[in-house]
C-alpha cells in the first residue's frame, strides 16, 4: 500500500524558511516523479513543483520559482520541499503526490497523494 506522509508544516514568519518532507513507502521511490501542490484557503490547488525520478528535472510554479527548491533521496524514500523567503500568500496545505510515469504539472495526473500539511507565514 503506498503511503504519502507530508510533516515540516507550521507557524513562520514573512522572510523565513521551513523544510517539508514527504516520507513514502509502500513504493520503490525510484520509479516515481514526485510533486508538491499546495491549496490556499478558498483557492483551487495550485501547482508548486515536481522532480523526476532521479533528481535531474525540475520544474517549478511561477510564484515559487527562485524561492523554493525540490530535492530527494531515493535511498531514504523522501522527499523534500525547501522554502525560502516565505511570504503571506504560501499560507497553504502543502501535499506531496506521486505518479509512476513522467512528471506533470496536473494534479489529476498523480494518483498517490499525502494528506497534507499545513504552512502558515505570517506577515
Known amino acids: 500500500q503506498v503511503q504519502l506522509v507530508e510533516s515540516g508544516g507550521g507557524l513562520v514568519q514573512a522572510g523565513g524558511s521551513l523544510r517539508l518532507s514527504c516520507a513514502t513507502s509502500?513504493?520503490?521511490?525510484?520509479?516515481?516523479?514526485m510533486a508538491w501542490f499546495r491549496r490556499a484557503p478558498g483557492k483551487e490547488r495550485e501547482f508548486v513543483t515536481s522532480?523526476?525520478?532521479?533528481?535531474?528535472?525540475?520544474a517549478y510554479g511561477d510564484s515559487v520559482k527562485g524561492r523554493f527548491t525540490i530535492s530527494r533521496d531515493n535511498a531514504k524514500n523522501i522527499v523534500y520541499l525547501q522554502m525560502n523567503s516565505l511570504k503571506p500568500e504560501d499560507t497553504a496545505v502543502y501535499y506531496c503526490a506521486a505518479r509512476l510515469e513522467g512528471t506533470s504539472w496536473g494534479g489529476s495526473d498523480y494518483p498517490f497523494w499525502g494528506q497534507g500539511t499545513q504552512v502558515t507565514v505570517s506577515s
Open positions: 522532480i523526476n525520478w532521479n533528481g535531474v528535472s525540475t
Open positions: 509502500g513504493l520503490a521511490l525510484s520509479n516515481f516523479a
